[in-house]
């Protein structure tokens, strides 16, 4: 048995007033956890304490909060680890390196109906709901089930791990600038259904997904989710996996996402490194030199980088050709970018995708003689 | 100490300062930098998301490159660190997919193999800090930043995944920035941003979502009392350096705070002089860190 004090965030409407920080003393074993503590303080300090839970197994996903601002189950955070962390989070700066609160929030991006209780139906129900979390088969309905090869469902089964907690949406960082970001958790799950073998609107899914400004272009790659996440899903990782699908149906979007990807792909097949006046050109409006007309939206991505531009040759920053030209950036010295060009021609052929979630790590690290030599 | 050295692409374009200070700053510190002139760009997770066998293969050569010269790698930028574990987690994973990977690069006489002779690719923070050692990089110190008080920036690419980036083995990469501040003699400051998203990867698609980001942390940081933000990313450099003045009119105020690369903060209490270190090619102006410096001359 050990103490520990955790430091809730409270919010009680019906008193009317401002949310406020309470500490709780409590006692129990470092193996058990904060949602346990929580539980703790509720029957032994204060009754009001308010906290959404049911399975105390990482099975339910009710109990979605911010612990020492990290964002998770409570039912899963040991509240030993939740107090080595708060002792590491304090341990620089003016802080002590023992005995810290553990502080407890709501989740983040939600509005808070009363203590640790957010409203899931305003952010994240609604953002589910927003990608047509059902299968869309053309078609009459097969006499029995559908038959599909176990492999093909296989590619889908990270996505379906989810148990709509919410603890990605809390830790969102591209919802934190935008609200209406359709965000990681309803992402993930739009391509549980774009990867499925029986859905027949796959590509109305992604055209949707891609042309929407609050869509798959408007998440910042921060990893905030993959952290986030008990079960392991990876949203971003769907996320990505969303833009891929986009790409090679050659979804042009409103948003500059495949523009831009297709931007850099061929800039550094062509010169091995950024070549970032081109990249920033062919992101906006690509074959600006003569193929494509740049759409209104390019134009005016173009002239809202024109002030930075100036501002850089003012300090010298940009003050070089290579930095202000498309195109005049250098290649790759005495041979190398050939050898980048002969990577592409074999990856663009056979375009593997590693999926670790499901082949796993190898376990067993092979004896040095026994290393493949290639 | 010797290393092979990727600066990534940003370091040598945009912010080409970087480039200049880690070479002044690296000498100070007295490490050898082998420069791979032949490497690629990371990719920096766009290629990966084009096509994942293409990113896991043009750094597969980056690091057969590394490890032709028997030298742990260095980088000097968040996100190649993040782009390129990313790739190499993948790499490491499974034999077989190593091989079909190895098999183009055995045409160029490259060879990327798993933990050879213990090899690591490791951002600048993390080689200051496990490697070079605080200790011995306060002993180098002859201009302490006594009074300067400085915001830490991450750049996500060095904070997460935690389980990819290392943090089992080194569960405080998340505290580097605080903790070099003060070996250099700095004040911390704490504000809500240092481990948040700058917003850049998605300045060309959402320009608004971006620029909030970027302006809402630098005026967290001045909200703090910052004197300035040391970070070790490039990109995160460009949203909130480069952009700053387009993100003040995106989150309705004034900004105007100095945003420092990692080499430039430690060349700086090295003894290095400002203009020497490319501060005078930032965006915001660094001159307020200058005039709190001035009354400590190296």
């Not at chain 1, 296989?154 to 791990?161: L, V, W």
């Not at chain 1, 799950?189 to 891609?210: M, W």
Request: hydrophobic letters at 35%; aromatic letters at 6%; a negative charge.
């Amino acid at each position: 048995m050990a103490e520990y004090t955790l430091r809730v965030r409270r919010y009680q409407p019906e008193s009317g007033e401002a949310a406020y920080w309470e500490e709780f003393q409590v006692e129990l074993d470092p193996s058990l956890s904060v949602l346990d503590g929580i539980l703790q303080a509720r029957d032994r300090d204060d009754g009001s304490l308010s906290v959404r839970c049911s399975c105390r197994a990482a099975i339910c996903g009710s109990c979605g909060m911010k612990i020492n601002g990290e964002s998770g189950l409570g039912c899963k955070t040991q509240i030993g680890e939740a107090q080595e962390l708060a002792d590491k989070q304090a341990s620089v700066g003016e802080g002590s390196s023992e005995g810290n609160t553990i502080v407890v929030e709501p989740m983040g991006n939600m509005p808070v109906i009363k203590d640790l209780i957010t409203d899931m139906e305003s952010t994240h129900w609604t953002k589910i709901r927003r990608v047509t979390p059902w299968l869309l088969p053309h078609g009459e309905p097969p006499e029995r089930e559908y038959v599909v090869e176990p492999e093909s469902m296989i590619d889908i089964t990270q996505s379906m791990a989810c148990i709509q907690c919410g603890a990605c949406v809390s830790s969102c960082l591209s919802m934190e600038a935008d609200p209406d970001f359709i965000g990681p958790a309803a992402l993930a799950k739009a391509y549980r259904f774009v990867g499925d073998p029986r859905d027949a609107e796959t590509k109305e899914r992604l055209h949707d997904l891609a042309n929407d400004p609050h869509g798959i272009y408007d998440c910042t790659h921060c990893f905030s989710c993959i952290d986030a996440c008990p079960k392991g899903v990876a949203p971003m990782d769907q996320i990505m996996r969303l833009r891929r699908r986009a790409g090679e149906e050659e979804i042009h979007d409103v948003n500059n996402g495949e523009n831009h990807v297709n931007a850099f792909v061929k800039m550094i097949e062509k010169k091995g490194t950024n070549d970032e006046a081109l990249l920033l050109q062919e992101s906006y409006a690509p074959g600006i030199k003569g193929k494509l007309k740049p759409t209104k939206g390019a134009i005016k991505g173009l002239l809202g980088s024109l002030p930075v531009a100036i501002r850089g040759i003012k300090t010298g920053k940009m003050r070089s050709l290579p930095k202000l030209i498309p195109g005049v950036h250098p290649k790759l010295p005495d041979g190398a970018q050939d050898e980048v060009k002969a990577i592409y021609a074999h990856a663009e052929e056979h375009r593997e995708q590693f999926n670790i979630y499901i082949k796993g790590e190898e376990e067993v690290e092979p004896e040095p003689d026994e290393k493949e030599t290639v | 100490m010797k290393l092979a050295y990727w600066p990534g692409c940003v370091s040598r374009g945009f912010t080409a300062e970087l480039h200049g200070s880690m070479a002044i700053t690296a000498e100070k510190l007295g490490i050898e930098l082998v420069e791979l002139d032949r490497a690629n760009c990371c990719g920096a997770g766009i290629i990966a998301e084009h096509n994942q066998e293409l990113a896991d293969t043009l750094n597969a050569r980056t690091f057969a490159l590394a490890q032709e010269t028997g030298l742990a790698m260095m980088n000097i930028c968040s996100t190649c660190q993040g782009a390129q574990s990313e790739c190499q987690q993948r790499l490491d994973a499974d034999s077989a997919y190593r091989a079909h990977i190895n098999e183009v690069l055995s045409g160029q006489g490259l060879s990327y193999e798993k933990g050879k002779g213990g090899w690591t690719n490791k951002n600048f923070l993390w080689v200051l800090v496990e490697d070079y050692g605080l200790d011995k990089l306060a002993e180098k110190v002859v201009r302490p930043l006594s009074g300067l008080r400085v915001g830490p920036f991450y750049g996500c690419y060095v904070v997460r995944p935690k389980e990819r980036l290392g943090y089992d083995e080194y569960p405080d990469r998340d505290l580097y920035l605080e903790k070099t501040i003060e070996a250099l003699g700095g004040e911390v400051v704490e504000y809500d941003g240092a481990r948040k998203c700058c917003g850049f990867p998605v300045i060309t698609m959402n320009r608004e979502t971006s620029l909030r980001q970027a302006g809402t942390h630098v005026g967290d940081a001045i909200d703090a009392g910052a004197d300035c933000l040391v970070t070790p990313c490039p990109l995160c450099h460009l949203n909130l350096d480069m952009q700053q003045p387009e993100a003040a009119k995106i989150v309705n105020r004034d900004l105007g705070l100095a945003v420092l690369h990692l080499p430039q903060l430690v060349g700086l209490a090295l003894g290095a002089e400002p203009k020497q270190l490319g501060m005078s090619k930032h965006i915001a102006s660094t001159g307020w860190v200058e005039e709190r410096l001035a009354g400590t001359p190296a």
